[in-house]
C-alpha cells in the first residue's frame, strides 16, 4: 500500500485553503480608499460641525486612512488611540451607513467594500493584538 497519494492529496488541499484564505483575507485598497473618499465628501457638503472634532464622517474617514497606513507601515500606536480607530473602523462597515452613502447591499461594490474594510480592521486588530502579547 502506497500511502504517499492520500498524503500528497491532503498536503495539496491544505496549500490550496491557506492560499485561498490568504486572499480572501487582503485588504482591496481601493474599495477602502472609496469609502473613505465617500464619507469625506459627505462631511464637506455637510458643512461646518459645530463640536469641536469635526463631522463623524470625517473622523471616521480619517481613522480609515489612518489605519491603512498604519497597517502598510506596520506602526503602532498607543491603545487609547488604537481603540479609538478600532471603534471608528466597526463603525465604518455597518451595512447602514455603508447604504447611507451610496453603497446598497447585494451590489458587488457592496461586498467589496464591506469585506475590504473588514480586512482592513481585522489587519488593524491583529498589529495591534501582537503589541499586547510582548
Not at 463623524?56 to 502598510?72: F, G, K, L, N, S
Not at 507601515?73 to 455603508?98: C, E, T, V
Request: proline content about 3%; glycine content about 8%.
Amino acid at each position: 500500500m502506497n500511502s504517499f497519494g492520500p498524503l500528497a492529496i491532503i498536503a495539496i488541499g491544505a496549500a490550496a485553503f491557506y492560499l485561498y484564505r490568504s486572499h480572501k483575507r487582503k485588504v482591496d485598497y481601493e474599495s477602502v480608499c472609496e469609502v473613505s473618499q465617500a464619507l469625506s465628501s459627505l462631511a464637506d457638503k455637510a458643512g461646518a460641525y459645530p463640536s469641536e472634532k469635526g463631522h463623524p464622517y470625517e473622523v471616521m474617514a480619517a481613522a480609515i486612512r489612518e489605519a491603512q497606513a498604519a497597517v502598510i507601515a506596520k506602526r503602532i500606536f498607543d491603545s487609547g488611540y488604537s481603540s479609538h480607530i478600532q471603534r471608528q473602523l466597526l463603525r465604518s462597515f455597518a451595512p447602514d451607513l455603508l447604504e447611507s452613502i451610496g453603497i446598497y447591499r447585494g451590489s458587488a461594490r457592496f461586498g467589496r467594500c464591506y469585506s475590504g474594510l473588514a480586512a482592513l480592521a481585522g489587519d488593524f486588530e491583529r498589529l495591534h493584538a501582537t503589541k499586547k502579547q510582548w
